[in-house]
């Protein structure tokens, strides 16, 4: 029946096609949606979400956790098990980060496509002095309880493939500060 109608087989193709490439959207390019609660610093704590179950964060470590949108709550504790805070916050988007230790973050916003002054862009977004550097581009300083207006967050790099080369894009990822140092200076030389 195949060998008789040319049609059905572009149908049969096509849809075949269409099957590949929502596959390979889902398992290569679909970004996934979660919250983190990050520790950057030498301590430990102790926390629980929503009168949760008590979890551990050691130095340097995150973890994923479940929020609502809406209000949420965090108790801390330290290495000691003694309550450092409980406070509430609200989750309205789909990614967040919660920096249980209140530390300083930034988020950058990273410029994609084809554009011929990169650097003229980047120094017309502003700047922020970090340690007594200047450091250009579209940077904000993050060091409340929880931040959610950012799209790539700490576990994640910014994309190695330009999707769309005819305009320009731009994308935002938290940084830890020393990780955010580290990155500028890799990568920008003003």
């Known amino acids: 029946m195949l060998?008789?109608?040319?049609?059905l087989k572009g149908l049969l193709f096509a849809i075949l096609a269409a099957i590949?490439?929502?596959?390979?959207?889902?398992i290569f390019l679909a970004k996934q949606n979660y919250y983190l609660v990050d520790n950057p610093t030498p301590d430990t704590y102790f926390f629980s979400v929503n009168n949760g179950e008590q979890k551990?964060?050691?130095?340097?470590?995150?973890?994923?956790?479940?929020?609502?949108?809406?209000?949420?709550?965090i108790k801390v504790f330290d290495q000691n098990k003694k309550m450092l805070y409980d406070s509430a916050f609200d989750v309205k988007n789909q990614r967040g980060l919660i920096n249980i230790a209140h530390k300083d973050y930034y988020?950058?916003?990273?410029?994609?496509?084809?554009?011929?002054?990169?650097?003229?862009l980047i120094m017309a977004q502003g700047s922020m002095n970090i340690d007594g550097k200047t450091f250009l581009g579209?940077?904000?300083?993050?060091?409340?309880?929880?931040?959610?207006?950012?799209?790539?967050?700490?576990?994640?790099?910014?994309?190695?493939?330009i999707k769309n080369i005819d305009k320009v894009e731009s994308r935002t990822k938290i940084f830890r500060k020393q990780d955010f140092i580290n990155y500028y200076n890799e990568n920008y030389k003003f």
């Open 107 to 120: 988020v950058f916003k990273q410029f994609y496509g084809y554009f011929r002054d990169k650097d003229s």
């Open 56 to 73: 551990i964060l050691s130095s340097g470590q995150y973890l994923k956790v479940d929020l609502n949108k809406g209000k949420n709550s």
């Open 20 to 26: 590949a490439a929502f596959a390979t959207y889902f």
């Open 138 to 161: 579209n940077i904000k300083k993050e060091n409340k309880l929880y931040c959610e207006d950012f799209y790539f967050n700490i576990d994640e790099d910014y994309n190695k493939v």
């Open 3 to 7: 060998k008789n109608n040319p049609s």
